[in-house]
């Protein structure tokens, strides 16, 4: 893990921007260099956080566990990551948390959370995304653990998505103070995650965030036997991919409407 700290100590909580914690999503990473090499005047205190070193050397997801499903951690496993999960929770305790990923589900880019906060909401409002998907419903993701949104920038393996969160990390440090500048923060649409399609053998045909109505097709079975799948209920597709997990399709959500409406 490597941790580098910048700016004034002051009365305000600490920033931290944390890249890599998959190790095949070096976006962030990227971003962070590209940041840094241009020596910004930091007027608050920011933590810049290389997660998964070990794995993004190795250009895999993870050296022994998904580092994403190892919250809260243990620092005495046996397993690199559920070691680093639990010195990953100590350092990020105290902070505003971002974190910054790349996914195969299309379109990028959006924010996912997994504990709502008044904290989340100024963290997702700084970013100048549109869409935040609550992830609530799935466990041990570092979202779970902490104080802070993460951002899913731009397709995997691609200079896109660096530069994507190279933009979205310099809008997102202006917006909470620690650039100089000034920018508006954004509303968002809100979708809650209730519903998982459990199955690695289909591929999707439809489009996340557009809702799928209740008899139209959204999938097609990859070994034939199925043929067209089509929805019993109506729902709302988010991070469906055709090949973004092995043992599922993607999540099902419902769209509960613009941040600033809902209830604290
Ligand atoms: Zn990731």
């Known amino acids: 893990m490597y941790c580098l700290e910048r700016g004034p100590v002051d009365d305000r909580?600490?920033?931290?921007?944390?890249?890599?914690?998959?190790g095949d999503e070096p976006c962030g990473a990227y971003a962070i260099a590209d940041l840094l090499a241009t020596d910004p005047a930091f007027q608050r205190r920011v933590k810049f956080v290389v997660a998964?070193?070990?794995a993004m050397e190795a250009g895999e997801r993870y050296v022994?566990?998904?580092l994403n499903r190892a919250f809260p951690g243990d620092p005495h496993s046996r397993s690199h990551e559920r070691r680093l999960a639990a010195r990953l929770r100590e350092e990020l305790?105290?902070?505003e948390v971002i974190t910054f990923h790349s996914t195969d589900a299309e379109p990028t880019p959006f924010a996912l959370l997994q504990n709502p906060s008044e904290t989340t909401d100024a963290v997702v409002r700084a970013t100048g995304l549109e869409?935040?998907?609550?992830?609530?419903?799935?466990?041990?993701?570092?979202e779970d653990v902490v104080d802070g949104v993460a951002v899913e920038c731009g397709p995997m393996r691609t200079r896109g998505a660096a530069e994507s969160a190279r933009g979205i990390l310099e809008r997102f440090l202006t917006a909470r103070g620690a650039l100089p500048g000034a920018v508006e923060p954004v509303d968002l649409d809100v979708y809650r995650v209730d519903g998982v399609v459990d199955r690695g053998d289909l591929?999707?045909?439809?489009?996340?965030?557009?809702?799928?109505?209740?008899?139209?097709?959204?999938?097609v079975d990859t070994t034939g036997d199925d043929g067209e799948i089509t929805a019993p209920e109506p729902f709302t597709p988010v991070l469906m991919a055709t090949d973004g997990y092995d043992d599922m399709l993607g999540f099902q959500a419902t769209n509960v409407g613009p941040l600033s409406e809902l209830e604290p």
């Open 52 to 54: 998964n070193e070990r």
């Open 93 to 95: 305790a105290d902070a």
């Open 64 to 66: 022994d566990d998904d």
């Open 203 to 219: 591929a999707f045909t439809g489009r996340n965030f557009q809702r799928v109505h209740a008899g139209d097709a959204f999938a």
């Open 131 to 142: 869409q935040i998907v609550d992830i609530s419903y799935v466990d041990g993701g570092l």
């Open 13 to 22: 909580r600490p920033i931290a921007v944390v890249a890599a914690l998959h």
